[in-house]
């Protein structure tokens, strides 16, 4: 039950998020155990990815969970929307097993009245499959657009930086400050 308390779900996280990516987004908010990353069997791309990370103590898992649901997640220096919530014991691989549970395969006839059961889980499989591909998809859009977004916003910003830095090494702001009699304190 400790374990359970300690550790944080991490959802949407791209697919460059790794083991050092996320330890190294993550090592602000105290010593990580384990990362452990989790299939998404409906996007056989896996584009979008999910993790239970483990903290030292559920202090520090509270505080990430806190930060990060209102603020977003730095990745590569870029901010990225992460969903960060509580886990639950079923999240994990090494829970222990239900006592009686028993799962058994069994071929359907065309005859059988399961086998109309069946197909119409297996069509709903099917559809559900596609609408996640497509939602995966939009957000692998959506993210590429806030990618490309932020880069232009660091270019403009560094692009700025450097005028003023131009203007400072030249010399221009001395020449305006004598020509218009103005007092300029270097703090």
């Not at 452990?36 to 559920?58: G, Q, T, W």
């Not at 730095?74 to 222990?96: C, H, T």
């Not at 103005?182 to 703090?187: F, G, L, P, T």
Request: with cysteine; proline share 6%; hydrophobic share 35%.
């Amino acid at each position: 039950m400790e374990k359970v308390e300690r550790t944080v779900y991490m959802d949407t996280l791209p697919p460059q998020a790794n083991e050092s990516v996320l330890k190294t987004g993550l090592d602000q908010f105290g010593d990580i155990k384990n990362i452990s990353f989790i299939p998404n069997y409906m996007d056989p791309r896996n584009n979008m990815r999910c993790a239970l990370v483990e903290m030292k103590d559920h202090n520090q898992a509270k505080n990430v969970i806190k930060t990060l649901t209102n603020s977003p997640f730095m990745i590569a220096g870029m901010p990225r929307p992460v969903r960060v919530l509580p886990v639950e014991l079923k999240m994990f691989d090494d829970r222990p097993r239900k006592p009686g549970r028993k799962i058994t395969f069994n071929w359907l006839e065309a005859d059988d009245p399961d086998f109309k059961v069946t197909k119409d889980m297996k069509r709903a499989f099917v559809s559900n499959v596609v609408k996640s591909e497509f939602l995966c998809r939009n957000h692998l859009e959506e993210e590429e657009k806030l990618h490309k977004h932020q880069v232009e916003i660091l270019k403009a910003k560094y692009k700025k930086y450097e005028v003023a830095d131009g203007v400072i090494s030249v010399g221009t702001t001395q020449c305006v400050v004598k020509r218009y009699g103005m007092r300029v304190a270097d703090d």
